[in-house]
């Protein structure tokens, strides 16, 4: 059972730039790996995965904002994101699925870390 820790969130102005982390137990590319947010008051929503093969798919919003990447040596995948916005602030989480694929649905992917808070001033 892969376990996973983010770390990396802050407080950050906007259009301002953060990088998250995450490290992960085991062999990463076992997995498809995804970066999740939840807001306060909202459902969870996909940000970015990159899947077994190396291919990456992001949410609608990220608009060419962050970069999800993987380094298999180290299992760790990160999260650039820039130009940040006020709407970006939440709680991002990392996951991971057993399946070659994961998918843009959070129920997809077994396991998940503690999150890690990322918040945008105006």
């Known amino acids: 059972q892969v376990q996973l820790v983010e770390s990396g969130g802050g407080l950050v102005q906007a259009g301002g730039s953060l990088r998250l982390s995450c490290a992960a137990s085991?062999?990463?590319?076992?997995?498809?790996m995804a970066w999740f947010r939840q807001a306060p008051g909202k459902e969870r929503e996909f940000v970015a995965r990159?899947?077994?093969?190396?291919?990456?798919y992001y949410g609608d919003f990220v608009r060419g904002r962050f970069a999800i990447s993987r380094d298999t040596a180290k299992n760790t995948v990160w999260l650039q994101m820039n130009n940040l916005e006020p709407e970006d602030t939440a709680v991002y989480f990392c996951a991971a699925d057993t399946s070659p694929y994961g998918s843009q649905r959070s129920v997809t992917y077994e396991f998940w870390g503690q999150g890690t808070q990322v918040t945008v001033s105006s």
């Open positions: 990159i899947i077994r093969s190396g291919n990456k």
């Open positions: 085991e062999q990463i590319n076992e997995y498809a």
